[in-house]
C-alpha cells in the first residue's frame, strides 16, 4: 500500500517565514508543468505496475492556482495508472482567496474529499506580516464555500510564536477556527530558516519575537484549548475530531510507504528515499525527454532506518509499537535503547505502556531532546 504526493510549486507570494520549494506563480508555466507531472506518473507507473494507492495528497506551494482542468487530467491519470482504494483520502491544500464555488465544486467532482487552508492567522495585519496573501474575510468566505460545496473534511494550518502575536491574538485565531466548525487544525511554532526574509530580518535586529515564556504558555494554552473543543492531539503539531485524522501525514509517520510526483517530490521505498530535481525547467526538459532522473538517491542503512522510525513514531501520540519494531528490525527495542528509555522515564518525558513506547505530555514539549537520544 502507498501514499501519492503531488508538488505544485507555484505561489502568488513566497510567504516571508517559508523555506519550501517554490517558485513564483507564472500561469505560462502551468499547462507545460501540468503535462509533465502526466508523463512522470506514467513513468512510474511503468517502473512500479498498478500499486495500490491509500492516500493522494497535492501540496506545494500553492496547488489551488492550477487551473481546475489541469487538476482534474492529473487525477485522471492516477486512476488510470495506479489502483485507487474505493475510500481513498483525497486532498489538496489551497490559499484562501485562491479558489471559488465554481472551483470548488469542480475540485468535490473531480473525487477530492479533504480540503487543508493555509490560514496561519486571523488578524489582518499579522498576514499581512508574514507575508500572506489574504485576508481574513478572504479566510471566512473560502471555508464557508467549501462547506457549500459539500465538503466535510477540512483543515485549517495556523501558527503561533509569530511577530508582534499576543496571546489574545491567538486565542482570537483558535477560536475563529473552532467556530468555523473544521474538522482537523494544525498548529506549528514559527521557525526560522535560513534563506528567508524572517531569518535575515531576525539576524540583523529587525524582527520582534515573543520571548520564550511567552511561546510556552502559547503551546500551553493550544494543548489544553483544542481537546476541550473536541480537537484531540494525534501528533506533536496536529488535533483532530474524532476520525479525521489525516491518513496520508499519518503514512508519513508510520514509515509507510510513498510516491512523489513532481519537481522537488521525494519517494521513499524499499529503504530507499529518491528525490527529484528541484529546478522547474530541468523537471520539464525530463517530461520533454520522457525520462526522469532522480537528483539524488540514498539508500538508509540500517541504523538510519531505526532512527527515522523512532523519529516519526515518536511524533505521535501513539508512539512507537514496540512489536512492529521487533518484526520490522528482528531486535527487541531494549536491546538498542534500554538505558535512554529508562532515562527518560525517570525525567517524565517517556513511558512504556505495554505495547507501546511514547511521549509523555512533558515529552511532547521538548520532543527534539527525546529525539537526539534515538540517534545511534
Not at 486512476?79 to 465544486?105: H, R, S
Not at 499581512?128 to 467549501?146: M, P, V
Not at 514496540?322 to 525525567?347: A, G, M, P
Amino acid at each position: 500500500m502507498y501514499s501519492l504526493y503531488l508538488h505544485i510549486p507555484f505561489c502568488k507570494q513566497k510567504c516571508r517565514y517559508c523555506d519550501f520549494p517554490s517558485i513564483a506563480a507564472d500561469s505560462s508555466l502551468y499547462e507545460k508543468y501540468g503535462q509533465a507531472v502526466l508523463q512522470e506518473i506514467i513513468q512510474r507507473h511503468e517502473e512500479l505496475g498498478p500499486i495500490n494507492i491509500d492516500t493522494i495528497y497535492f501540496g506545494g506551494g500553492t496547488p489551488s492556482l492550477m487551473p481546475i482542468k489541469i487538476i482534474s487530467a492529473i487525477v485522471n491519470s492516477i486512476y488510470t495508472n495506479f489502483t485507487i482504494n474505493n475510500n481513498c483520502e483525497i486532498t489538496l491544500e489551497a490559499n484562501p482567496g485562491t479558489v471559488d464555488m465554481a472551483y470548488l465544486l469542480g475540485l468535490k467532482k473531480i473525487g477530492f474529499n479533504r480540503l487543508s487552508f493555509g490560514i496561519q492567522a486571523v488578524q489582518d495585519n499579522l498576514l499581512k506580516t508574514l507575508g500572506r496573501i489574504h485576508s481574513n474575510h478572504d479566510a471566512d468566505t473560502t471555508i464557508n464555500n467549501a462547506q457549500k460545496a459539500g465538503f466535510k473534511n477540512i483543515s485549517v494550518d495556523l501558527m503561533y510564536g509569530l511577530p508582534d502575536q499576543t496571546m489574545s491574538m491567538l486565542e482570537e485565531s483558535l477560536n475563529w477556527a473552532v467556530n468555523k466548525a473544521v474538522q482537523h487544525i494544525s498548529i506549528y511554532g514559527l521557525q526560522l530558516e535560513e534563506n528567508t526574509p524572517f531569518y535575515s530580518m531576525h539576524e540583523s535586529g529587525h524582527l520582534l519575537l515573543p520571548d520564550e515564556d511567552s511561546v510556552e504558555k502559547m503551546y500551553d494554552y493550544i494543548n489544553a484549548f483544542l481537546p476541550l473543543n473536541n480537537f484531540e492531539r494525534y501528533e506533536i503539531s496536529n488535533f483532530a475530531k474524532k476520525g479525521f485524522e489525516s491518513r496520508h501525514n499519518t503514512a508519513y509517520w508510520q514509515d509507510k510507504a510513498y510516491i512523489g510526483i513532481g519537481c522537488a517530490a521525494h519517494s521513499y521505498y524499499q529503504q530507499k528515499r529518491l528525490y527529484n530535481t528541484h529546478n522547474v525547467n530541468n523537471y520539464i526538459q525530463q517530461a520533454t525527454n520522457k525520462h526522469f532522473t532522480y537528483q539524488q538517491e540514498e539508500i538508509l542503512d540500517k541504523n538510519n532506518w531505526i532512527e527515522e522510525f523512532c523519529f516519526l513514531a515518536l511524533r505521535t501520540t501513539q508512539g512507537i509499537n514496540k512489536n512492529k519494531f521487533q518484526q520490522t528490525f528482528n531486535c527487541d527495542i531494549y536491546s538498542l535503547y534500554k538505558e535512554v528509555i529508562h532515562n527518560f522515564i525517570t525525567k517524565n518525558l517517556l513511558i512504556d505502556t505495554g505495547n507501546f513506547i511514547k511521549l509523555t505530555p512533558l515529552g511532547m514539549k521538548y520532543g527534539n531532546i527525546v529525539f537526539e537520544g534515538f540517534l545511534l
